[in-house]
């Protein structure tokens, strides 16, 4: 599932960012959508960005997950070399807890969108539901995985604190 034909690409900044955007990969995964995930520094390896954002749209991506830290330019960068939606996740840096991280993927000049979502963990959970709720307007199957993924959610919220 994780590498046939994705249809989600998952990008980082740094190995350092995967322990976050590792929950991203475990939600697609868990409903069925084929992705893949990349190292791909807007900084330290901006060549592979350029051939990454390049051919996504080609290659059939739908999405694009990228999350990045501190000077976090990985998402913008990506937006503004393809059509295919990207969803920015700020790492939770050292030095700014992530604000820095925020700051750098919400601030979009008007004209390319980069949809931001939470610092840390939760945003790369929100992401990838989100991304997957984006393929699900095309795909009922996924639809019906999705709506199954929130009830069992909601049922494991117990009525009562123990
Ligand atoms: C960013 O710099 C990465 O996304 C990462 O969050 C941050 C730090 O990277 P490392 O120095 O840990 O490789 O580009």
Excluded: C
Excluded at 12 to 26: K, L, N, V, Y
Excluded at 31 to 52: F, K, M, N, Q, W
Excluded at 96 to 114: A, E, K, R, T, Y
Aim: hydrophobic content about 50%.
């Amino acid at each position: 599932m994780a590498e046939n034909s994705p249809l989600v690409g998952i990008i980082m900044g740094s190995q350092s960012d995967w322990p976050t955007m590792r929950h991203a990969a475990e939600i697609l995964g868990a409903l069925g959508i084929s992705h893949e995930a990349r190292i791909v520094s807007a900084h330290r390896t901006p060549d592979r960005l350029y051939d990454y954002a390049k051919s996504a749209a080609d290659r059939g991506l739908k999405a694009i997950i990228a999350g990045a830290g501190g000077a976090a330019h990985l998402p913008g960068m990506a937006a503004s070399m393809t059509a295919v939606p990207v969803l920015g996740v700020p790492i939770e840096s050292k030095a700014l807890n992530g604000l820095d991280s925020l700051l750098s993927i919400v601030q979009m000049p008007g004209g390319i969108p980069v949809a931001t979502f939470a610092i840390g963990k939760p945003g790369a959970v929100n992401a990838a539901l989100f991304a997957a709720a984006i393929l699900a307007n095309e795909d009922s199957a996924l639809a019906e995985r999705l709506a199954a993924w929130r009830k069992r959610q909601s049922d494991a919220v117990a009525a009562e604190p123990e």
